[in-house]
């Protein structure tokens, strides 16, 4: 039933791989995998963080693109993204190519692992950078092995890519921007993490709480309980979304604690919902926790 509901959800988005940003059923990335066409091979990519991971076993032809590898500390800040001729590289040594499909996949069938953020996070990096041909396997690895397809613990790397002329650079947004546009009318600022984190109980956070104005939306709510590499399909989830204040006519700023979690959200709410105008933060609140010129807001101090 859910590989029905993943085939389905495909072709309603419309996606036919001449340029859409999406979800793939296991059984069309594998097709595309073994496909005997030079010409329709797509560019695999495993996103895990973990390298003995990708040792022992990955999709056949994947290359590993550790995820963390795009981000880093600035200005004391951790795991901020790299600057873009950095990221440039490193997409262009891991075949990131215009020409072609890239199929992105993690592994992490339930919580507490999160891999699937690895994926959607990696996506939206190429989407930044012009990429406009993504699709994320839906079910990830685990779905892959469940369905007995054949993975490789062999090494893989493709040859250097050549990135799109044309950026999307308005997908993100910095703080600055969202101070502004916060509070406005249509405007929905929305925290991707576990609500605890958002009400402020938590260990984990410099300081504590949401950006003023923000609600709360895990992204987990949208993907299945049995495996969280795999997504809901959006009339699944539709009213659930529209009662959060999550719509097709909100403009939708999206953030979380080190901008994976919002990643994900964002990634459902534009290319699966089809919302038309959703960003990301991505400085989400690692980097807005360090701004204290800038309000934090509790559970505690919004109940004064």
Known sequence: MKTLFATLLLLISGSSFGGEIGVISLEEAKQLIQSQDAAKKPIVLDTRGGYKDYFRGHLLTAHHLNFDTLRGTDHGVPVQYLPDDLSKALLVRAGVDKKRTHLIYATGDKLPNDEILSASMVAYVLEKFGVEDIRIIDGGLAAWQKARFPTTQEYFGNPPGSLPEIEKKDIAIAVDELLKRKGG????????????????????????????????????????????????????????????????????????????????????????????????????????????????????????
């Open 185 to 304: 009318k249509g405007v929905v600022l929305v925290d991707a993490r576990p609500r605890n984190e958002y009400l402020g109980d938590d260990d984990i956070w410099l300081r504590k709480g949401h950006i003023p104005g923000a609600i709360s939306f895990h992204w987990a709510r949208l993907m299945e309980q049995d495996n969280t590499h795999q997504f809901k399909p959006f009339q699944q989830v539709k009213t659930e979304l529209e009662a959060a204040g999550l719509s097709s006519d909100k403009e939708i700023i999206v953030y979380c604690g080190t901008s994976r979690e919002g990643s994900l959200l964002r990634f459902y709410l534009r290319h699966v919902a089809k919302y038309p105008n959703v960003r990301l933060y991505e400085g989400s609140w690692k980097e807005y926790a360090s701004l204290k010129q800038h309000a934090a807001e509790t559970q505690e101090n919004k109940d004064r």
